[in-house]
């Protein structure tokens, strides 16, 4: 289920991965990895030490233990014995600029690329940090590092030898290290003057980015474990290091592959359950797609100018009078129709691009039982009518709404059994 639909107060605008490789993301809060939450371990003096660090770590004290970041796990090709560092890329979630890179080294076990820490311009509260990246040479290798700490940590001196610390959002900032390891993480630091939290990169994304991870099968509320469930959860001593799938959420990469298109039959619902058939010239070409909860495959090229569906009982018509005196206004300009609404691709009874006086002919017609009208469009993004199936089509399935001719005012409706709305897709 999608997040109910609200205003970010701030945003990411970019994935920090191509979601195409990724097989599981670890949930913000779960027990994977080591505790990640405050630094419950420091003594007193270490933590006056860091606390005029610039976005050090975070200070929520209330935090129970937990890691307050995301694991990415890649596809099985690319981790563990067949990992390297330079297949999974990292991209920017947003712009910014460069404020920290460290070298890491992963558990102890040597080093492990870098971490980055981008601040955004927008709103330099928040901070990414990205671990375990093979940075390009466009950015330094290390950069504003922490100072020495006593025995805890050794300051590195400045990297000089960079092109730039600015960056847009969905700038390669390099590749992870996944040579022999099975992950790379992402954290999101906010912090105010008075205090620092960690915050998952789910609660930050827009609609359009959620619905890349919906669409590969992912309810992104499931990412976030709140405090509440944590506090009321608590991870034990023995949860940290060991694989526990309750931590993750799997990303389903066949079903998001076999989806070209996804049909809608408002702004708020997909059609579900039923085929639809596509017509030229008002002769059935024979070719069909199935309709599950809105995607549909596309396996054959067709060109068409109508569509109607195979059940008869999915949409109750509702072609009347008031539809016919719809067009006649915008015939005699009274009330014109906008040429990319549904409104008028439905005035537009035989989809010859015009609405015209046949077009409110033929909704007489209708109403007297003359010739039924039973055909729909199919119309795109930006308000064109499609015509084309393209099997070989490439990039993300586009959305296409079905538009009822002769349904001026779009009064029709589609029974229950044959759409679902889109926040329980
Ligand atoms: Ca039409
Ligand atoms: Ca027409
Ligand atoms: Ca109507």
Known sequence: MLR??????????????????????????????????????????????VASIP???????????????????????????????????VYAPFDGTITRVTQEDRDGEGPSAAKIEITSAVDDRYTAMLFHVNLDAL???VYNDYPTLGEIYTHTEDDSDYSTLSISAGDLLGFAELTSANDFD??????????????????????DLLQDYDAKGIDSTQLVISK???????????????????DWSVLSQEDSNNVDAMIMTDST?????????????????????????????????????????????????????????????????????????????????DNDGEVKIGDAIDVLRHIVDIKK?????????????????????TGDAPTWTLVANGDVDLSGSFAEDFVVAVDLV
């Open 269 to 349: 619902h997909y059609l579900n359950n039923t085929v639809i058939n596509y017509y030229k010239d008002d002769a059935d070409t024979g070719v069909s797609t199935v309709v599950e909860a809105g995607a549909v495959q596309i396996t054959e090229s067709v060109t068409f100018d109508a569509v109607k569906l195979s059940d008869n009982s999915a949409y109750t018509s509702d072609i009347k009078i008031g539809d016919a005196i719809d067009i006649l206004r915008h015939i005699v300009a009274i009330k014109t129709l906008d040429p990319t609404s549904s409104q008028f691709h439905a005035a537009d009874i």
């Open 4 to 49: 109910e639909i609200t205003e970010l107060d701030f945003s990411i605008t970019n994935h920090i991965t191509d979601l195409d490789l990724i097989d599981q993301v670890s949930k913000f809060r779960s027990g994977v990895g080591h505790d990640f939450s405050w630094l419950r371990d420091f003594d007193d003096d270490t933590l006056a030490a």
């Open 228 to 246: 509440e469930e944590r506090l009321a959860d608590p991870l034990g001593e023995d949860a940290w290091g060991t694989y526990s799938a309750g």
């Open 186 to 207: 992402v954290a999101i630091l906010f912090s105010d003057t008075t205090a620092s939290t960690w915050m998952s990169v789910f609660d930050l994304m827009p609609e």
């Open 139 to 141: 950015y330094p290798s």
């Open 373 to 393: 009208i039973d055909t729909f469009d199919l119309i795109d993004a930006q308000g064109e009518r499609v015509t084309q199936l393209d099997p070989d089509a």
């Open 55 to 89: 976005n050090f770590f975070a200070n929520d004290t209330s935090e129970p233990p937990s890691s307050m970041k995301h694991y990415f796990m890649p596809l099985a090709d690319y981790r563990g014995d067949q990992g390297d560092g330079s297949s999974i890329p």
